[in-house]
């Protein structure tokens, strides 16, 4: 799967995509936030500046893209600080994500609880070929974090997952 930056307003897509670049790939457990630019700008922005002119219905998923867009970035501090203070289950599912991400695995599987059921849950399922486990991928993301496994398989469907997860805050945040 291949986000499309067009989907997102011109902020979102200048920080995603600069200059008509690709995405870039999330690692499973990063040592430290990526060092760029769009980084920096991210930074500088409150949740309503992603969109053009705050034009925001729902200030809850504003922050949890805002959050997305700090995990995209390997910035877990600043992500982690968001997603704890968005009570609902897609706050939930990014402050389970970056815990994953950070390599506490228990505490990723705690989040992953609070999710419950997720609306992204049936096309990542579409997408793996079975029922979507959060639990079994912190389990074999853990695995490969130990050099137990081959994490490419499993850095591509964190991608999906993530790229699944932006679009739905997104949606949600701008009510489409």
């Keep these: 799967m291949q986000l499309d930056p067009s989907e997102f307003g011109p902020r979102i897509r ?7 670049a690709t995405l870039l790939s999330m690692p499973l457990v990063p040592e430290a936030p990526a060092d760029s630019p769009q980084l920096g700008e991210l930074r500088r922005l409150k949740p309503e500046d992603l969109f053009e002119g705050g034009a925001t219905k729902d200030r809850e998923f504003a922050k949890c893209v805002q959050s997305g867009l ?14 704890q203070g968005i009570p609902s289950a897609s706050g939930s599912y ?23 059921t997720h609306p992204v849950f049936g096309e990542l399922e579409a997408r793996a070929g079975s029922r979507w486990d959060p639990y079994a991928f912190v389990d074999r993301c853990c695995a490969a974090a130990a050099g137990n496994s081959e994490p490419t398989d499993l850095i591509d469907l964190q991608m999906q997952e993530w790229q699944l997860l932006m679009r739905y805050c997104y949606r949600n945040a701008i009510g489409i």
Excluded: T
């Design 14 to 20: 200048s920080l995603l995509s600069p200059g008509d």
């Design 70 to 83: 700090y995990l995209y970035f390997s910035a877990l501090d600043e992500s982690h600080r968001i997603s």
């Design 94 to 116: 990014w402050h389970g994500i970056m815990h994953r991400q950070e390599g506490d695995w228990s505490n990723a599987k705690y989040w992953f609880r609070r999710v419950g």
